[in-house]
């Protein structure tokens, strides 16, 4: 079962054809405030927004890795997913924009909503 959605789950996100600003320091300090457990990290000069979820067991990390799956198709925003034994790592970030934007912060919303 979903956990219930909180501010930045209910927006909606916007199609991103590049041209756009990256969010800005105080837009993400403002979002990630909403967002436990997720950390802001860069990666080849790329910040991004990262958080591990833990599982029982490996069925359960997939069936997690799934419902994510199908929440990024649904918004047309793809984050990089590794499944692991009893160990989900989701990492958003907007390739086109080489880092974070409103989306991201959606998306891990959205993310939280999807852990059993």
Do not use: Y
Not at 18 to 39: C, K, R, V
């Amino acid at each position: 079962m979903s956990a219930p959605m909180g501010p930045l789950a209910g927006l909606v996100c916007t199609p991103c054809r590049g041209g756009e600003p990256q969010a800005s320091p105080e837009e993400i300090t403002g979002w990630a405030a909403q967002l436990p457990g997720w950390s802001v990290v860069e990666r080849a000069g790329v910040r991004r927004l990262e958080k591990s979820f833990s599982f029982k067991d490996f069925a359960l990390a997939l069936a997690f890795t799934n419902r994510v799956a199908a929440q990024a198709e649904k918004a047309g925003h793809h984050p990089a997913l590794l499944t692991e034994w009893g160990r989900v790592t989701v990492t958003w970030w907007t390739h086109k924009l080489k880092g974070l934007h409103r989306n991201d912060f959606i998306m891990a919303a959205r993310t939280d909503a999807q852990e059993a």
